[in-house]
Each structure stands twice: as C-alpha cells, then as structure tokens.
C-alpha cells in the first residue's frame, strides 16, 4: 500500500487523467447497440456462447480476440466497461512513455492528456469498442517495453515485447505495421553496434509468432484452419482495394504500392539521419508505420486513425522540445503527411458537445433512458422491437435469417443466424 501511495502522489497528472477518463466514458454505458461493427462483435461472442464455431459456422474477417472480449462480457454494457478498464491502463502506459522520451514535465502532461482525450472521446470514435481501440494498448506497452529492453543484455524480454505486438495484432491486422517499426528498429541498433543482434529479433519474432500460429493451430483443431486464415488475414488484401471500385484496379494503381515505397523510403531518411538518438528514431518509424497502417484501405472510418495516437503524440512531443533541424524536419513531414492523407480520404468525426449534451439530458431528468437511446440511430427502436417480437414469435433453439445490414436484431432476438453470414454486405 506504501508503493502504491508513493506512485500516486508520484504521479498525480495520470491519476486526474484517469479520474476524467473514466467519468467522461460512463454515458458510453448507456448507449444501445446503434453501432454496426459492434452488433457483429456482440453476434460473434453470442455464437459461440451458443456452441458455434468462429469463420467456420459464422462468419466476420477480423482476428478473434475482440470476439472473444464480446464473448465474455456477454452486453455491451460489459464490453464498453471492460474498454474502460483497457484504456485506463493504456493511459497509464503511455504516461510512463511520455515520461522517457520527452525531458519536459509539462510537454510530457500535454501530450498524455492529448492521447486520453483523443482516445476516449467520440471525435474519433474512443467511445466505441472496435478493434484498434484495443489494439493500441498492448503496441504501445510493447514499444514501452522495447525501449527499457534496448540497455539490457538479456534477450528473453524480446519475446514480451513480441508477444504484446502479437496481442495487439489478434485484435486487429494492421498492429503488423507497427511490429514491422520495432523490428525495423532492432536491426538497426544491432547495425550501429556494428553488429546485428539476431538474437533479439529471433525473439521478437518468436514472441510474436507462437501466439498467433497457436491461433491458427487451434482452428484447424477445430475443423476451421484455413477459414480462419482466409477471413482474418487472406480477405484483408481484397479488402484493401475493394473501396472506390479499387478492387478492379491493379495494385500499383490504387495507391498502396506507392503509400509503400514512401513508408520504406522515409524509414530509411529516419533510421540515418537520427542514429545518434533511438528513442526519437523508434518514434519516427513507429509514426511512420502506424500512418501506413491506418490508411491501409484508403476508407475513411475515423477509428482507423486512433493507431496513430500514441506516436503521434510522441512525435509532436518530441518536435516541440527539439533543437535539431532533422528531427523537426521529420516530424513536421510525418504530420504532413498525416494531415493530407486525411483530407484525401475524406475522414470524417462524430460530434462532441452534443454527445454529452444529450446525456446530460438524461441525467437532469428532460428526457427518459428510451427516448436518449433512440436519438442515436434511427433504426434502434425498430431493429430492438423487431428482436423482442422475434423473441416471443420464436424457440430459444430457432435460428432466424435478416435479409439487410443489421446484426443487431440477432442481439437483441438472442437467436443465432440461419447461415454463416449475418449480414448483407
């Protein structure tokens, strides 16, 4: 209890951070399922709460720790407590990153409030329980865990670094991008040593290896392998070209090829021109990856931009203490490059003030909890009355089939789908 004390009055900003997280998550409570991904999330932890086996009996092309959170918290009330907890910690460790790469107290207070901000309001969908917004916490910790490893002889905390990166990358595809930073990163510190540390790569590598090919192995166990394969990992290469008719161009034609050339181009400006300062170098690469990573599709989802946060914040950290040209130069380009992607893909954000306006409704009593909750989407009265009736019209052991967009109604019906596929799209 004495540490415990000693860490708080330590560090009082992260704690009031904290505080504020949690207070401004609690309307994200009570929203219903309005949101599209997250009735797919809640369908797939319901399905194989119902004995159903993931990619083989139902199906959706994301990694499957994320259904599994969904599986445990049963409503999504749970799930969005449980991100409460998730991004609490993550504010933590990013606090503890602050604290390392950045001297001054005060841009290091800024810069971890700028995070929790970004992560936790609606701007860019902090609120909601999608994949990145779990995904980023274990990346972030890893590259926390990467720098304090970089001083040390041994090589087994490589295999914690990759296995973290490995987590993050069970919840979301692109966490690859910033693994790909990290071990970018390593190979270089073993070449400025004049020699390659392959023992720590090999770790890393492992560390982020077993856990998923333990993944895989698991569904092939299961009778599921190579539909896992296929929906996790193999659709995502259609799925990057797919938007804006992309998906009849050829590879060099819609952009990607090019996002990578410049990616490896700029890794490379960064890993010479600042050899002599590794903690800026890992956050230029990892910047520069986590920017590949969130435009990988070229849609402009805002939840995409939420990799970007951490280094980010790090790199405008870091561009505001700096004195040297090289590392201005480089972060003022990263943000650049950012910002036009942004404006290119046309990424768009959702309201602030009138978020907590309507909740703020509710909790002085204008309105009630129903009236509050259909504000957020037109059909969210309709799709909860459709699976209440459905629910009285039907077996608790009949399957049902919805003919649209709306894996809700599966939710709030607690029926399972007909086939694999729950939604139209």
């Known amino acids: 209890m004495e540490r415990v004390k000693k860490w708080i009055l330590d560090n009082e900003p992260v704690v009031v951070m904290m505080l504020t997280v949690a207070v401004l998550r609690i309307p994200s409570l009570l929203e219903p399922l309005w949101y599209g991904d997250e009735g797919i999330y809640m369908l797939m932890g319901q399905a194989l709460r119902h004995g159903l086996v993931w990619y083989k009996e139902i199906h959706d092309n994301k990694p499957p720790l994320l259904y599994l959170l969904a599986a445990l918290s049963g409503s999504l009330m749970w799930l969005r407590l449980i991100l409460m907890g998730w991004n609490l910690v993550n504010v933590v460790v990013v606090w503890e990153l602050c604290k390392r790469v950045l001297k001054n107290r005060k841009w290091q207070i800024a810069m971890s409030w700028l995070f929790a901000l970004l992560t936790t309001l609606p701007l860019i969908e902090g609120n909601i329980a999608n994949g990145e917004i779990f995904m980023i916490m274990p990346v972030v910790a890893a590259m926390l865990w990467l720098l304090k490893e970089q001083k040390e002889s041994k090589s087994f905390g490589y295999f914690g670094v990759g296995f973290l990166l490995a987590v993050g990358f069970l919840f979301k595809v692109p966490a690859a991008f910033d693994a790909v930073a990290a071990g970018l990163w390593l190979v270089w510190i073993g070449l400025e040593k004049k020699r390659v540390e392959w023992r720590k790569l090999l770790w890393l590598i492992l560390g982020f290896g077993i856990p998923v090919g333990i993944s895989i192995v698991y569904y092939f166990v299961k009778g599921a392998g190579w539909e896992y394969i296929n929906a ?194």
Do not use: C
Request: glycine content about 10%.
């Open 232 to 425: 996790a990992f193999l659709q995502n290469v259609g799925y990057l070209s797919s938007w804006g008719g992309g998906a009849k161009k050829a590879l060099w034609e819609n952009g990607l090829l090019m996002r990578g050339v410049a990616a490896a181009i700029m890794s490379g400006v960064v890993m010479v021109s600042l050899r002599k300062k590794p903690e800026t170098q890992l956050v230029g690469l990892w910047l520069i990856w986590a920017v590949f990573g969130a435009f990988l599709s070229g849609r402009p989802y805002p939840h995409y931009l939420l990799q970007v946060v951490a280094p980010l914040v790090l790199g405008m950290g870091m561009l505001i203490e700096t004195k040297s040209k090289a590392v201005s130069l480089i972060m003022i380009v990263m943000i650049g490059a950012l910002t036009l992607g942004i404006v290119e893909f046309k990424f768009y954000a959702y309201p602030v003030v009138s978020y907590y306006q309507k909740f703020l409704g509710v909790v002085s009593g204008k309105q009630n909890l129903e009236e509050y909750q259909n504000n957020f989407e037109g059909r969210v009265k309709r799709n909860y009355e459709v699976g209440r009736y459905i629910r009285m019209a039907t077996t608790a052991d009949e399957k049902i089939f919805v003919w649209g967009d709306e894996p809700t109604i599966y939710v709030v019906s607690e029926r399972t789908p007909l086939g694999k596929y729950s939604v139209a799209y």
